[in-house]
């Protein structure tokens, strides 16, 4: 390929749930080559290894970073291996693309709010002190630390992503499961976020490379939203799953985070705005009910 012509997108964490529906999205522009990095081929830990990795990073290029610590429990109890990939990973990258002209695209949570909140649809403008969890705490340092040394970045923002086919293991999939394991199943209620389907918000980010590969001063710097629209609890996504497999929704049964403590508290509410996404032209993402219909269209219950 010319490589004046085609710009080079490089995507770190090629082998994970986003990193795999980017490689695979229809909506991968024809105008890019794509070079899929996996954990194996860099390590984000590493100064060396990010610059082997990105050698031939040039103006024009564009960084997509999926990678991540997202053992959200875990992290709890291994800080420092959490800020070494969520935290010091998107600087060393942002680093790389600062130095030589190239953008980078961002992935990031909704954990990086804290429990003081409106109960509102969040937006980028919104205060986002003292995270609860080590996972959100790294992450928004990564955030702050990649656009320190980038000013171009793109961060995006998203939650409770889903695939909802194996051998993923996500919310979904581990619902299909246990729907064929268990008389009923008891869910938490009491938090609301906006379920997103990997291929949906993957389309999405390709649009972010189309517009930057075409006019890379299109979509400036800064926190991008991006989530299937919608929202609800994790007790409505699991009911949903068991309507659309052709399960009985009220064998899933509602409890209250209180009654199913873990060791990172999760957002009680952690719903994203879309509007910045929208004021960039970007498209909104669809309705996430149609979004876990198309993702689970042929799945039967048993």
Known sequence: MDR??????????????LGSALLASPALPSTVEVIGLTSSDVDLTSDESVARALNGLDKGDVVINTAAFTDVDGAESARDDAFAVNSDG????AERTAAVGARLVHVSTDYVFGPDVPHRPLTSDDRH??????Y????????LAAAAAD????????AWVFTGRPPVRDFVTTMIALEAQRETLTVVDDQTGSPTYAPDLAAGLWEIVGR???????????????????????CDLARAVFTAIGA??????????DEFPR??????????????????GLTPLREWHAALADALSGARSG
């Open 263 to 280: 060791p990172a508290p999760r957002p009680a509410y952690s719903v994203l705005s879309g509007q910045a996404w929208s004021d960039a």
């Open 4 to 17: 004046v012509n085609s710009p080079v997108v490089y995507v770190i964490g090629a082998a994970g749930q």
């Open 151 to 158: 000013p171009s970045v793109i961060v995006v923002r998203t």
């Open 129 to 134: 002190e003292k995270p609860r969890t080590v």
């Open 212 to 234: 930057l590969t075409d006019d890379p001063s299109s979509i400036g710097g800064g926190v991008l939203n991006a989530t299937n629209a919608g929202q609800g609890t994790w």
């Open 136 to 143: 959100g705490a790294s992450k928004l340092a990564g955030e």
């Open 248 to 257: 009985d929704p009220e064998r899933v049964r509602p409890c209250t985070t």
């Open 90 to 93: 998107p600087r060393r990258l």
